[in-house]
Every structure is written in C-alpha cells, then in structure tokens.
C-alpha cells in the first residue's frame, strides 16, 4: 500500500542496473509467460522485501494465486490439488486439529489412489521446493493447492468446530475469563436478601453511611481523573522507521455485519496505507445472512491480500466471536482489529511495529488513538470529540505510562497474535470484549502501551443510537467487572494492588459514577428545594448535603478538565463550549447506565449494532479528497497485467 509514487515499479527495474539479481528459483515456472521486465520488477522488490518473488506477482494483481500454483506445481511434476472440492472425509484430521493445519499450510489427505501431503507453496516453502525440483531429495507424495483453496475447505469440513470454538474456547478452557451463562442457581435467597435489605437501608444510619461510601467512591473516580490531567503529558518517543525488507507480515481484521454502505470507505482506508501488500493479510469476517455487505464487496473486485471469511452460526452473534473465527486463519506475526467506519493514519502499522520492537516480547498491545470525524454532526457527536480527546490522548496514555492495565477501545487495538491466542483470544460472551481483554492481558503478565497515531471514527449523532452504543459499553463493563472480580484475591494477586484499584476505579468506577449521579443530584436537588442550602450549625446534615453536592461539582469539573485538555492537544478547542453542557451528558450517561443494569438482567447477551454510514460531515475531507489511485490500488493500476496461459482444466 503507500502513497502512490512510493512504491517499486517496473520502469525503476529497468532504470537501476545496479538492482539486477540472480534469477528467483520459484520463478521459473513462469519465465516463459512474463516479460522479462516484469519478471526483473518481481525479483528486484522481492529482494528489497525480504520475500518470495512470487507474492510480489500475486500482490501486484499480475498473476492469482491459482495462476502461479498451478504453473509451480507442472514445473515440479506435481499434481496441483483443488482440496476445495473435496468431501470432509478425505482428510483424516480431527476438525481441531485440522483448523490448526491452516496456519501451517499443510494437510494430509487419502483417496482411493494414495495418501498425499497437501501443501501450500508460499514463502521459504515455495523457494526450497523449486530448489529441489528434480532431486532425490523432493518430498514423496505431495500435492500443491493455494491458501484460499485450503481456507475454503477447512471452513466448509471443520465450520461447526471453527464455530464452536470461537464461541466457547474461552467457556471452556478458561471459564473464569468467561462472561457466559453459568448454571442457573436458585434466585430466592437474592430475593430474600433484596427484600432483608429494603427495610435496613431505609434507617437513615444506614443510607447515610451508604450513601457516604458511594460517595467516596465516586471521589476516588473523580480523582484519578484529575491525576490524569495534573500530569505533563510525556516527551514524544522517536520510533525508528524499520525499512520494508524488516517489517513482519501483518494480519488485520475487520468484523462486518450490516455494513454496505460503509465498504467503499472502508476499502479505500485500507488500501492507502503504508504497508507492503505482500507482507499483508487483510480479513473480512462476514455474517451467513448479510448478503447486502458480501455484494458491496464483490463489486469492490478485492484481490490479495484480502480474503473474505463468513462467521459460522453458532453461539452468540458479537464481534468478538467473529474476531474469534478469524484468529486460527491469521498467519501475521501482529494482528490489528479495526472496524467499518475506521480510518487509520496510513502510517500507523508501521508505527505499531516500531513500538513493538522497542517494547520488548511482553509488550502484547497498542492501542491507537480514537478521534471522532464527524464532529460537526451534532450536539452528541461533539461530546462524544471531547469524551474520546480526553480518554485517548490523555487518560489512557498516562495509564501507559504508570504501567497499569488498559481498557482497550474496541477499535484499533494492535497485538503479538502469539501472546493474543496465549491468553484465549477474546470473550465471545463481553459486551465490551476490548475492555475485558485488556484486563486479561494484565493479569496473564502482559503489558500495554499507547502509540501517538490516530484512528477517525464515526459516532453516532441521533440519541437513540447513542443510548443503545451507551447502554451495550456500560453492559459490558458490568460484565467485565464482574469477571474479573468472580476471585478477587487472585485478581489482586494477579494484577498488583495498581493494577487492582484500576479495575475497580476504571471499570467499576465509570459504571458506578454513572449509576450514582442521579440519586446524588437528586437527594441534593430535594433538599435544596425543600430548606435551602443548610446552615453549619445543621451539623451532619450540612456535611451530608456539602458532600453530595461537591461530589457532583467534582464530577463535573474533571469531566470537563478531562475533555478541555484533550481537545486543547487535539486543537480542537473550538468544540469546547460543548462541555458547558456536561450536566446534561452525564444525566444521558446516567440513563444508559440504568438502562444496561436492567438489561444485564433481561437480555445479558444482546449486541445493539452501532449503524454506520450516516455521517454528514467530516473533519478529514482531505481523506475524502485523496487520489483514488493512491496506495495498493496504484500499485496495480501502474502495471499492466501481462498474458499468461489459462489455468489447467479442473
């Protein structure tokens, strides 16, 4: 990908003698059907890549990959398999271990002939078998097939295994992270002591005290906050730019469910940015019954390195467990999730990658920085500009920097995809899977970190959407917490006492801010207007009615501190008049807070999907204006694809 201009093509094969390499032995199979000059293109960005000259063909849309297997394998003398028409029962895996086979481009198989190894020929792979093309040293009985071939047909044999496990691996293997239904235990001693505790909390001893906890709580929250803009943002880390032949291969994932109108965006936000295509798996996980986005796609043509992958229709229907579904098939060392809507700053997998090499192998995560584009849609999404300034560009990173977990965003997260499969990938069953796979990649040792590249993303702009994005987030931080405090002396042990008390106060701490603001305004509001503001001499209750009331102005005031510094280093300080208008936002946070209690009862396990496409304006219309022809789709457009033999009949 890249801007065009940046990349290798042809004509600088031709004009750089200095470039000339020895002939690339897995391109020997199609020397006699490519000018030569494609052929030097091929090899010269091959070796600049650190890759096999045959992925810079495939990248570059000159030749499919049925092309160049099927050429490959008549060169060996190979039969070249089409696995993907087989039935299951031709291969003699078990369906787990068969998903596991993908990663490694290998399966055996056994008809009424022989038994054969099916292999796919890519990378070192492809090179050392066209080095011993023709030795006594060439592996017996072996097949070629392409990877999308070998994909199809594991998804086909092994599609209720690949269901089953992306929606109860973490159920079963490590039902403590898990938020799924537990066994149903009896509900009348909750009811016993729900009814126990109505009479207890109305002495006023009792609702005082209570009343003071929540509100110290509450404080606590208010205080990390204030902590967060207290301290100086950190000095700008220099990452060093590794060149392309360095980079590893990225896989990155995008879940769709009802997504039409966003594909062509989405397409052209992936394809401007600045990667090596062949050194890039983009995955389009897809939902059985969303044909509209599948047709939306189709008419995009998409060729490497995107591959479609339908979600089977087993368990719940979130995101996380169609990110599930596509983690056996992630072949990149680093894993990014985006989603529809997203459009990342074109550098920032490399970024990632910088970050990743200067953290060190426990470093599991980075997290991009959410910014919302369509600011000037309305009142909402200008408060929600301000929410996401403030939590990404300051609240999160100052976590970072002390070294405590994160609650990821749900967008945007960067990960080893060794330690992501470590910890179980995610919670098919969590609302908000980013925050609790955060937490769970603290307490198994791993660590987190923010790098300083953007993310633009759509936000909702009609309350009824709002409420129920809202209503989901807080569900699923309920979840979270619950979770995560199922052993709290484990949890403690885990994650350090830090680590403990921010999960209670960023986790459990938001909801409960949420939750507590209304019956805080609402005592204080009451004794307002029924004796004015108490005297000193009132004693308890002037104490009462101070805290309270100083309770919701702190609330505020960090709120607003917290917004008014993360637009300031966004430079968007022109939205700051949005936050006079904070009482009202909380009383909405404080609605979907309640409204996601009630539904964590009624409907735990519902994902509310967020619409996309129906922003009017954009703060990146420079995006919108960018050459079409820019990134990997210039790439292809500046080589014109030479004649080659039509495949072999099937």
């Known amino acids: 990908m890249g801007n065009r201009g940046e990349r290798p093509r042809v004509r600088d094969a031709l004009a750089d003698p200095a470039g000339a390499v020895s002939p690339c032995p897995e391109l020997d199979c199609v020397r006699d059907r490519l000018p030569p000059v494609v052929l030097a293109f091929a090899e010269q960005r091959a070796r600049s890549l650190g890759v096999t000259a045959d992925r810079v063909l495939v990248a570059a849309g000159l030749l499919t990959d049925d092309d160049y297997g099927r050429a490959f394998a008549r060169k060996l003398g190979l039969p070249f398999e089409p696995i993907d028409w087989r039935p ?20 055996p198989i056994d008809d009424a002939r022989e038994s054969a190894v099916v292999v796919v020929p890519q990378g070192a792979a492809a090179r050392r ?6 030795t006594p040293a060439q592996p017996p009985n072996l097949r070629l097939t392409t990877g999308e071939r070998l994909r199809r047909f594991v998804q086909r044999g092994a599609g209720a295994a690949l269901g089953t496990r992306a929606a109860f691996a973490l159920v079963h293997e490590r039902p403590a992270f898990s938020a799924a239904p537990k066994r149903p235990r009896s509900v009348w001693p909750v009811l016993a002591l ?8 109305a002495w006023p001893g009792v609702a005082t005290a209570l009343g003071i906890a929540l509100a110290a709580l509450f404080l606590a929250w208010t205080a990390l906050r204030i902590a967060a803009v207290a301290m100086p943002p950190g000095s700008p880390v220099r990452l060093a730019r590794l060149q392309d032949g360095a980079l590893p291969l990225y896989t990155i994932v995008v879940a769709l469910y009802r997504e039409a109108a966003t594909v062509p965006q989405l397409v052209r936000a992936l394809d401007a940015l600045d990667y090596p295509p062949e050194k890039l798996q983009i995955v389009l996980v897809l939902e059985a019954d969303d044909a509209a986005t599948r047709e939306a796609l189709e008419a995009q043509r998409l060729g490497p390195p995107y591959e479609i992958l339908i979600a089977p229709d087993i368990g719940p229907r979130t995101k996380p467990k169609a990110l599930n579904a596509a983690l056996p098939f992630a072949r990149g060392h680093l894993l990014a999730v985006f989603d529809a809507e997203d459009r990342p700053e074109s550098d920032q997998l490399r970024r990632a990658v910088a970050a990743f090499a200067a953290g060190g192998d426990r470093l599991a995560c980075v997290q991009a920085r959410l910014t919302i584009d369509n600011t000037r849609d309305g009142v909402l999404t200008a408060l929600f500009t301000a929410e996401y300034a403030g939590l990404f560009d300051v609240f999160l990173p100052v976590l970072a920097r002390l070294r405590l977990p994160l609650p990821l965003g749900g967008s945007s997260n960067h990960f080893r995809t060794t330690a992501l499969r470590a910890v179980g990938g995610w919670d098919a069953f969590n609302l908000t899977e980013d925050a609790d796979l955060g937490m769970r990649l603290a307490r198994h040792g791993f660590g987190t970190d923010v790098i300083a590249s953007t993310t633009h993303e759509e936000a909702p702009a009609r309350l009824t959407p709002w409420l129920r994005q809202r209503t989901r987030w807080f569900q699923g931080w309920i979840q979270t917490w619950l979770v995560h405090m199922r052993a709290p002396r484990r949890t403690l042990r885990e994650l350090g006492p830090a680590g403990f008390v921010t999960l ?10 949420a939750l507590v603001h209304p019956l805080f305004a609402a005592v204080l509001i009451a004794k307002l207007a029924t004796a004015g503001w108490p005297r000193l001499s009132d004693g ?8 309270f009331g100083g309770t919701c ?5 960090a709120s607003v501190l917290l917004g008014l ?4 280093r966004r430079r968007l300080l022109s939205v700051a008049p949005v936050l006079l208008l904070m009482p009202l936002h909380w009383l909405l946070l404080a609605a979907a807070a309640w409204r996601a209690l009630i539904k964590l009862f009624r409907d735990p396990y519902r994902w509310d999907k967020t619409e996309h496409g129906l922003a009017r304006t954009s703060r990146t219309t420079t995006w919108r204006q960018r050459d079409a022809g820019s990134g990997m789709r210039g790439v292809r457009s500046g080589l014109k694809k030479p004649e080659v033999e039509p495949a072999i009949s099937q």
């Open 88 to 107: 299951r029962s031709a291969c003699p895996l078990a369906d787990d271990r068969l998903i596991e086979a993908v990663a490694a481009g290998m399966v």
């Open 129 to 134: 078998l066209a080095e011993l093309a023709g």
């Open 194 to 201: 729900a009814a126990g505790a109505v009479p207890v909390l």
């Open 504 to 513: 209670q106060l960023v986790v459990g701490g938001t909801v409960l801010a």
């Open 540 to 547: 308890a209750e002037a104490a009462l009615v101070t805290l």
């Open 553 to 557: 102005v702190a609330g505020y005031a």
């Open 565 to 568: 510094v993360g637009l300031a």
